[in-house]
């Protein structure tokens, strides 16, 4: 069932996870309706890319974090931003 607020068509939008602020918390998959994200360790292109702080939320939060899963079925309702506590999503147009 598609939430009230998800009206953009798939494919056109994609969430787009900062790694210095996100610190795995869950928030994001818990709520899409469209099952977008993944928690999962960080790889190691992402955690060479990081910041000092980042490192180290990375380290504190046993190096998990939220991955697209399934880009492509965004619709862009915004609960991921909305329910994530770091403020580590915005959306973007989808590159796909």
């Not at 998800?6 to 994001?28: L, M, Q, T």
């Not at 990081?50 to 939320?57: A, E, Q, W």
């Amino acid at each position: 069932m598609m939430a009230p607020t998800c009206r953009e068509v798939p494919g056109k939008f994609a969430p787009i996870v900062d790694r210095n602020r996100c610190e795995g918390s869950g928030a994001c998959a818990r709520v899409c309706p469209f099952k977008v994200f993944e928690i999962r360790k960080l790889v190691a292109h992402d955690r060479s890319s990081l910041s000092v702080r980042g490192t180290l939320k990375a380290w504190a939060h046993g190096g998990r974090q939220a991955y697209l899963a399934n880009p492509r079925d965004c619709h862009a309702c915004r609960l991921c931003i909305d329910a994530c506590p770091e403020k580590a999503i915005e959306l973007g147009a989808f590159a796909g």
